[in-house]
């Protein structure tokens, strides 16, 4: 209880420092007063959301109000929003305040500000789905947006989810290519051999973000990762008292072989990929990651091949709270980030949600790797079941 409570303290602590850091990026255009409103439906009016969505876009009618509300908070997980925001704001002259937070943190302060009767955020845009749609969207209190034009060039995979979904991200197996000229595992049961004693590295999936889904996903699809246990060694796997299935094995095992658990992933692919080391270790890792490989001078690649998966696939989605202060500043917003504010996303590791956009440079087509789409509803009604499994057995 009492590592609990010092966690969040910390939590609290760098949360407030970011806040007071973020900056904003403004051309020139002040704020102006805020409207007030009695009710949601007469916000939704006023913003054109919920029942008053309307089947068409009116650009040139959105593009005006947004520059008479001058300002847009956007709330993301993701430290590209700074180059995507700064871009909006020269193109549009709206000021914007962008806030770069670690997405458990995000939805605690969006919660929080809400609860409270503060509404200050007009854009999200970050990871999470399972948290944003159960506990925003389906409550009445943060809404989809999709410019009209953009829905039907999104992949078929995502066209139907509940959110706006930008952008793919990933995790996978990631290694050191200096040290070994092909992926020195081809299973994900190969990370429990001894062999890769305390040589595994990841973000802490209680840290939030999308590790504890891909992890889950080895407990949803249990019964294939018991088949996979007896391709790998030949035998049928045999559960450790208390272990309910083969997925939740696997993650005891990891446990116990030592994974070294990070405060964020680019620790994690540092130490998978700096040259110079003769045993190097293997991480968990988004395949975005992959950039430090020119910026750090990393030898690191992809073990996209892997059994049962090469790549965990999980949503970066946007939504337009409820009572947002600026709702066509947020949709223009929105409207960018699917098009030209997409460039900063727009790097290997990452797939665009729309077919229409090329992909990245080295970045294979989701097509052509194995792989499980995150499971928003499943990570939403098990998520603290596993989290209580990982506390105890990661304290054992």
């Avoid at 620790?267 to 990929?273: K, Q, S």
């Amino acid at each position: 209880m009492k590592r609990r409570k010092a966690t969040l303290l910390s939590s609290m602590f760098v949360l407030c420092l970011i806040i007071s850091l973020a900056p904003v990026f403004s051309n020139g255009q002040q704020e102006d007063g805020r409207k007030s409103f009695d009710s949601a439906e007469e916000w939704e009016q006023y913003a054109g959301l919920g029942q008053y969505r309307p089947k068409e876009d009116d650009w040139e009618e959105i593009e005006r109000k947004a520059k008479e509300e001058g300002h847009l908070v956007v709330y993301c997980n993701s430290g590209s929003i700074f180059d995507s925001v700064r871009t909006f704001s020269e193109e549009y002259g709206i000021k914007v305040e962008p806030y770069d937070l670690a997405t458990g943190s995000l939805y605690e302060k969006l919660g929080r500000e809400q609860k409270a009767g503060v509404y200050n955020c007009d854009v999200v845009l970050s990871s999470g789905t399972h948290t944003l749609n159960n506990e925003f969207v389906k409550r009445g209190t943060a809404y989809r947006f999709v410019p009209r034009y953009i829905e039907p060039k999104l992949l078929e995979d995502i066209e139907d989810q509940p959110l706006g979904i930008q952008r793919l991200g990933g995790k996978a197996v990631a290694y050191n290519s200096e040290v070994y000229d092909k992926p020195p595992v081809d299973s994900w049961w190969d990370l429990t051999r001894p062999e890769w004693e305390n040589r595994l590295t990841m973000k802490d999936p209680m840290q939030g973000g999308s590790e504890i889904g891909m992890m889950m996903m080895f407990v949803r699809n249990s019964d294939l990762m018991a088949e996979l246990y007896m391709k790998e060694f030949g035998e049928p796997i045999e559960l450790s008292e208390g272990v309910e299935n083969a997925g939740y094995e696997f993650v005891k095992r990891l446990i116990e072989n030592g994974i070294v658990l990070t405060s964020s992933g680019t620790p994690a692919a540092i130490a998978a990929g700096t040259k110079g080391q003769e045993k190097p270790p293997l991480a968990i890792v988004s395949p975005s990651k992959m950039k430090y490989r020119e910026t750090n001078n990393l030898a690191f690649e992809i073990a996209w091949n892997l059994d049962p998966v090469g790549s965990y696939v999980s949503y970066q989605a946007l939504a337009v709270p409820i009572y947002a202060p600026n709702p066509h500043a947020a949709k223009l917003y929105i409207r960018w980030a699917y098009e030209e504010g997409f460039e900063p996303w727009n790097q290997t590791g990452t797939w665009p949600a729309r077919k229409d956009l090329p992909l990245p440079p080295d970045q294979p087509a989701l097509s052509d790797v194995k792989t499980w789409y995150e499971d928003p509803d499943y990570i939403y009604e098990h998520i603290v079941e596993f989290q209580d499994f990982w506390i105890q057995h990661q304290s054992n």
